[in-house]
């Protein structure tokens, strides 16, 4: 079985950081698309930022571009999204997702997801 557990949410003031970080298991990071996707109250879900199982690609939603940046440590199988200069709109749950599949332009729709962790940002 493949699982993906979140941890590193919480509440922060607005212009502050945070790392999420994520922990797989049942699959490796080296071979799929690792993402963070999140979803706001009353809004559609969306993906923030993906990387591509080489580790040499990334993409990035337009709203975070310049604050947030994903990377991922193979050795310990662990994906991670350090997010910078946070603001309230970033309020959301955030999910950890595996995809098979890349896109540079979007995340691609995951196969597998994580049960997420909550970030909150007060202004």
């Known amino acids: 079985d493949v699982q993906l557990v979140e941890s590193g949410g919480g509440l922060v003031q607005a212009g502050r950081s945070l790392r999420l970080s994520c922990t797989a298991a049942?699959?490796?990071?080296?071979?799929?698309?690792m993402g963070w996707f999140r979803r706001a109250p009353g809004k559609e879900r969306e993906g923030v930022s993906c990387?591509?199982?080489?580790?040499?690609?990334?993409v990035y939603a337009d709203a975070v571009k310049g604050r947030f940046t994903i990377s991922r440590d193979v050795g310990k199988n662990t994906l991670y999204l350090q997010m910078d200069m946070l603001k309230p709109e970033d309020t959301a749950m955030y999910y950890c997702?595996?995809?098979?599949?890349?896109?540079?332009?979007?995340?691609?729709?995951?196969?597998?997801w994580g049960q997420g962790t909550q970030v909150t940002v007060s202004s």
């Open positions: 990387i591509k199982w080489t580790g040499s690609d990334t």
């Open positions: 049942g699959l490796t990071l080296d071979a799929y698309t």
């Open positions: 997702a595996a995809s098979p599949a890349w896109s540079p332009r979007r995340c691609a729709d995951p196969q597998f």
